[in-house]
């Protein structure tokens, strides 16, 4: 088993409670005898689950049993309730009206106007590969008396660490606004929290994430689906003691991740932080 100093590189954790930079992650784990959500002991089969004199079997209260007398429960009082059905989605639209939210259609249409300005078949993603790497897009406040909808979107140029940020107007199709910044860091995108877990697998640093993956399972850990992952970024100001190599997040995007096996145990990556900009590992702490 690989071994750090003072904590195993990727320990798997079961039952801990899981805690990203800005991000809170609770984890229910289910004991012998309790069930996620609980937080006592379930009672034994046939005990009593409610009244104050504890009398009646699990699901039946007190006045019951003291009718039957016997302690136990009587017939059933009247007919069960028919089986819940649920309702189709109502079809979406193309657009939206008013303060509806953006839909797939729109969606995809405000990223390809954003992208059509000159220079962003220059800019990077995360992969570093051609454009920016998409952040989010959102719905813009209406303005009065104007039913225009129009969109904001969210870029992230990994070749300049700049967040670009357009306004585009959904019916004539032409941005309106564009602006860019640098030390401004939104929330990570799925994708680059999944670039993440593959420059640690790839790293020196992921050896023990792959053993203490084997170690749950008894598999070879060759891909980052096998893993459940979540994250966000890793911002300095929160922290007590930042390495040198990572003195540059806020300005480099840098994240960190919490991972667990698929419907399994956790494994313990929280001290491991990417910088997707220079696409480094470090161990802190």
Known sequence: MYEIARRHLGKVVAGAAMAVTGTAVAVAVGLPGV???????????????????????????????????????????GAA???????PAAAEGRKGVGSDPLTDDE???????????PGAAAQQNVEGGRGPQHLGTGLTDPQPG?????????????????????TVNLDTGKVEKSGSQRGVQPSAHPEEL???LELILASPLG????????DATGKKLTAPTQLWFNGDLYRTYREANVPASLSRCGEHRCVRLVTKVLNGAWIDTRNLIVDLSARTVTRVG
């Open 107 to 117: 969606l995809a249409r405000a990223e390809t106007l954003a992208l059509t300005p």
């Open 194 to 196: 999944r670039e993440a």
């Open 207 to 214: 050896k023990g994430v792959k053993e203490d993956y084997e």
């Open 146 to 166: 104007d039913p225009t909808r129009r969109a904001e979107v969210r870029f992230y140029d990994y070749g300049r660490d700049e967040l670009i940020t357009r």
């Open 81 to 87: 309730p028919p089986p819940a059905t649920v309702a």
């Open 35 to 77: 069930s996620v959500g609980e937080t006592g002991p379930r009672p034994a089969a046939g005990t009593a689950l409610g009244g104050a004199n504890g009398g009646g079997t699990a699901g039946t209260d007190g006045a019951g049993a003291a009718e039957s007398g016997t302690g136990t429960r009587g017939p059933a009082q």
